[in-house]
């Protein structure tokens, strides 16, 4: 599989270009992270980006019948160049093929909070995103985001499963993970395998504005459940995933 790797934008990082190129995901440490979407725009709004974590609401679509989920969800437009636009409200959909275990149905989530959702910090990151996978789709023309908070809980015995549907892939084609909380909590290591390879690696997303960017039609992902360190103490994991489609 050949990749085009001069970024449309000067801003696209060709480290991390090139290590999803070579390896199909990249590692970004906090600060590198920080770093880079600070080039792009703003971070000015991120306490209260951050915060509205407190404000997601129970995943009611769990095949296991588990409460440790909570989420909002939303989803953009985004030509090649220009204005980012949000969409109308709709369903989050996976086949069968890529998600066995919560896939076939419309999942009709909250949406994002309005002024998160236009807010500086989610803002400046769909335009990082965008840079870096339109560095290697050249070709795309525009592209369908869909944007995750994901909350996941552990409690004392009941571990937190962030992908309870084990190592997968999204049926998309470039995906961000980006940490922005981890409180109380051990494990989530971050797991991914090359789907022709079979070469695989594991890594920790523990400091804010920590991420990981996959090429999703190259690697399996998957995270290892979150068991509490103090058990009478919340514990969780807060992440925001973005996904990329090329239409």
């Given at each position: 599989?050949?990749?085009?790797?001069?970024?449309?934008?000067a801003?696209?990082?060709k480290?991390?270009?090139?290590?999803?190129?070579?390896?199909?995901?990249?590692?970004?440490?906090?600060?590198?992270?920080?770093?880079?979407?600070?080039q792009?725009?703003?971070?000015?709004?991120?306490?209260?980006?951050?915060?509205?974590?407190?404000?997601?609401?129970?995943?009611?679509?769990?095949a296991?019948?588990?409460?440790?989920?909570l989420?909002?969800?939303?989803?953009?437009?985004?030509?090649?160049?220009g204005?980012?636009?949000?969409?109308?409200?709709?369903?989050?959909?996976?086949?069968?093929?890529?998600?066995?275990l919560?896939?076939?149905?419309?999942?009709?989530?909250?949406?994002?909070a309005?002024?998160?959702?236009?807010?500086?910090?989610?803002?400046?990151?769909?335009?990082?995103?965008?840079?870096?996978?339109?560095?290697?789709?050249?070709?795309?023309?525009?592209?369908?985001?869909?944007?995750?908070?994901?909350?996941?809980?552990?409690?004392?015995?009941?571990?937190?499963k962030?992908?309870?549907?084990?190592?997968?892939?999204?049926?998309?084609?470039?995906?961000?993970v980006?940490?922005v909380?981890?409180?109380?909590?051990?494990?989530?290591?971050?797991?991914?395998?090359?789907?022709?390879?079979?070469?695989?690696?594991?890594?920790?997303?523990?400091?804010?504005l920590?991420?990981?960017?996959?090429?999703?039609?190259r690697?399996?992902?998957?995270?290892?459940?979150?068991?509490?360190?103090?058990?009478?103490?919340?514990?969780?994991?807060?992440?925001?995933?973005?996904?990329?489609?090329?239409?």
């Open positions: 599989m050949t990749y085009a790797t001069t970024p449309l934008n801003s696209a990082d480290d991390i270009v090139r290590a999803l190129v070579d390896d199909g995901y990249a590692r970004v440490r906090a600060a590198r992270m920080r770093q880079q979407l600070i792009i725009g703003p971070l000015a709004d991120w306490p209260d980006f951050a915060a509205s974590w407190d404000d997601l609401v129970l995943d009611t679509y769990m296991d019948h588990g409460r440790y989920r989420r909002r969800h939303a989803v953009y437009a985004a030509p090649c160049a204005e980012i636009r949000r969409e109308s409200h709709q369903p989050h959909y996976q086949s069968l093929d890529y998600n066995p919560h896939g076939g149905i419309e999942r009709w989530y909250e949406p994002i309005p002024a998160i959702g236009a807010g500086q910090s989610l803002g400046t990151i769909l335009h990082f995103c965008r840079d870096i996978f339109g560095a290697l789709a050249p070709a795309a023309r525009a592209w369908r985001i869909e944007t995750h908070q994901f909350r996941i809980e552990a409690r004392a015995g009941s571990p937190g962030p992908t309870p549907e084990g190592m997968h892939r999204d049926g998309v084609d470039y995906v961000l980006l940490l909380q981890r409180r109380n909590i051990q494990s989530g290591t971050t797991m991914i395998e090359n789907v022709d390879t079979k070469r695989s690696n594991s890594f920790t997303l523990t400091d804010p920590d991420a990981a960017l996959v090429d999703d039609a690697v399996y992902h998957g995270v290892t459940p979150v068991e509490p360190l103090d058990a009478s103490r919340p514990a969780y994991r807060d992440v925001l995933v973005v996904t990329f489609r090329k239409t």
